[in-house]
């Protein structure tokens, strides 16, 4: 998206960050990483928060685990590339996943039957309003499908400035989820499934590099039995997960059916390999997202009666 900020301002210390948010107070103020979560809807009038720290060390280590600290702006997939080289599994499964260490533990990002809270022990934050520093555990990060303590209660409270992870020094492969086993040998490294992966996404979804996306743009909804066996009723072999408290359906699936799989809306298309992402196919303005999607919703709305919610951030 072609979008302002009024600051821009990079930090490459805890000190550093202090400093920025004693300077900047009063100010509206965000905390990015790489972007890849966030719809800009226009110019911001505030000052955008980054991360320069880029590291990660080891804390902690006996006999079955180890605890690797992460600084914030170190790159999600980095860090797991790095790992992996090391043998250190319990990442490879959110290889090639967009964007950075802090922002991984405010989504709870997930793929391949892994999600980030399996794997982080805390989570350590400054309080934006007075610099004081906490650390939460796992079970306080109130952790949900792409959900934490971050985006609900404790939202735009807390910049994460530190991520621990507990892995396993015993690899134990996840390959359950879709096609992941069949990519790989009986006996996989960890960095077997981490590049097997990588090829898995690379034929479903657009590179960052190439085509302006934010990944998935909606969440799966769980919807109750009866909407499922309605909607099971009419459609042949329509995909399904059985979750706590319902039936997870593929809004992918929803998206396809309702015929919007490659079509476009101004600048923005609904991705031809993968509905769920929206794509800037060239000359998007945030308004060409806006009314994608919600063209998209309704009509997931009025063809399904289920409402799809979306998975970016709208800023
Ligand atoms: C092609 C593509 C594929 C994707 N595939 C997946 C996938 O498989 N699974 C998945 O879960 N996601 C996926 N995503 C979404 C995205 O990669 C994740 O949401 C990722 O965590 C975003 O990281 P980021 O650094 O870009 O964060 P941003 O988009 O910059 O920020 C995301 C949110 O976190 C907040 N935030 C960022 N840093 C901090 C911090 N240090 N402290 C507090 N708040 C902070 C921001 O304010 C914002 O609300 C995909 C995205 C793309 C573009």
């Given at each position: ?220 909804p ?75 919703c309704?009509?997931v709305k009025?063809?399904?009666?289920i409402t799809i919610n ?6």
């Amino acid at each position: 998206m072609d979008v302002r900020a009024k600051v821009f301002a990079e930090y490459q210390s805890v000190e550093e960050l202090r400093e920025l948010l004693d300077k900047f107070r009063g100010e509206r103020l965000l905390h990015i990483g790489s972007g890849s979560n966030l719809l800009f809807t226009g110019d911001f009038n505030g000052v955008v928060l980054h991360s320069a720290m880029r590291r990660a060390r080891c804390t902690n280590e006996d006999a079955e685990y180890v605890w690797i600290e992460a600084d914030n702006g170190l790159v999600l997939d980095e860090l797991i590339d790095q790992l992996c080289d090391m043998g250190i599994s319990g990442l490879e499964n959110l290889s090639y996943i967009p964007g950075e260490v802090g922002a991984s533990a405010v989504q709870n990002v997930g793929a391949y039957g892994v999600e980030a809270k399996d794997v982080i022990d805390s989570v350590r934050a400054l309080k934006i309003s007075d610099g004081t520093e906490r650390i939460f555990t796992n079970a306080e990060c109130k952790y949900g499908y792409r959900d934490s303590i971050f985006k609900n209660d404790l939202r735009g409270l807390y910049v994460i400035t530190h991520v621990t992870y507990k892995l396993n020094k015993h690899f134990e492969p996840k390959l359950d989820y879709g096609n992941l086993r069949s990519e790989v040998d009986e006996h996989p490294t960890p960095m077997a499934v981490r590049e097997a992966v990588i090829q898995i996404r690379k034929q479903k979804l657009p590179e960052v590099s190439e085509l302006g996306s934010a990944g998935s743009f909606f969440k799966n909804p769980i919807v109750p039995h009866e909407v499922y066996n309605n909607i099971a009723a009419r459609y042949d072999r329509v995909p399904h997960f059985e979750q706590d408290g319902g039936i997870k359906i593929p809004a992918a699936w929803l998206i396809e059916q309702c015929g919007w799989k490659g079509k476009s809306l101004g600048g923005a298309r609904c991705y031809e390999k993968q509905p769920l992402v929206l794509v800037n196919a060239g000359n998007a303005t945030p308004d060409d997202i806006i009314n994608l999607a919600a063209a998209i919703c309704a009509d997931v709305k009025e063809q399904f009666n289920i409402t799809i919610n979306p998975e970016v951030n709208y800023i």
